[in-house]
Structures are given as C-alpha cells and as structure tokens.
C-alpha cells in the first residue's frame, strides 16, 4: 500500500484544514487509516484513527471535539478536518494503514505517507 498525504499549510490559531490521504496499491484489503503527527524534538504521537468501514473511530483527547477522521472508499482516501487549531498542534502529519486495528503506537502501524506540514501560527 502507498500513501500521499496532502492538505498542510500555515493557518492562524482557530481556523481550519483539511489534510487528505490517498492510498493506492493493495487497496482491497480491509486497512485500517490513521493520522499521527510529530513535532520537532518529540516523538510521533497517535492523532485518530478509522476503520475501512467508517463505522469505528477513535481520537486522541487532545484533539476530541476539533478534529474528525473520515474515509471515501470510492476514492481510497483518509480524511482529517480539523477545526479550531492551536498552535499545538503545530506538527507534521502522517497518515498510515494496517490491517490489524486502531493501535496508538506508531510502531504497530505497517504502512506510512510522507507528511505533511501543518503550522498554526497564534
């Protein structure tokens, strides 16, 4: 499976993106997507993450309420809306798939796209 991440920039603090993830290759398995972030000089950190169905999600508390994690099956993409940024969540954001659940830990996830950058300017 290949991942592309798209969708970062630069916003101001309390507005929006929305990053977007295409999977190609063995797309017909059921993967589970996620997105993961890491700030410079921190570790890569679990943001959300979705079921192939759509049906299952699961956020990070940081981010409950602001963010939300989508999948289109028709297109093999992950999406992630996030609205009221801060500059917390300042960072760069991978997207990744598996086929073995929703796991927290980076190192559980199979699959990886190249980041995104995403700055929130206060």
């Known amino acids: 499976v290949q991942l592309q991440a798209s969708g970062g920039g630069l916003v101001q603090a309390g507005g929006s993106l929305r990053l977007s993830c295409a999977a190609s290759?063995?797309?017909?398995?059921?993967?589970?997507m996620a997105w993961f972030r890491q700030a410079p000089g921190k570790e890569r950190e679990f943001v959300a993450a979705?079921?192939?169905?759509?049906?299952?999600?699961y956020y990070t508390d940081s981010v409950k309420g602001r963010f939300t994690i989508s999948i289109d099956n028709a297109e093999n993409t992950v999406y992630l809306q996030m609205t009221s940024l801060k500059p917390e969540d300042t960072a760069v954001y991978y997207c990744?798939?598996?086929?073995?659940?929703?796991?927290?830990?980076?190192?559980?996830?199979?699959?990886w796209g190249r980041g995104t950058q995403v700055t929130v300017s206060s």
């Open positions: 290759g063995r797309t017909d398995s059921s993967y589970y």
């Open positions: 990744a798939a598996d086929v073995s659940g929703m796991s927290t830990l980076a190192r559980a996830w199979d699959y």
């Open positions: 979705v079921s192939r169905s759509g049906r299952s999600s």
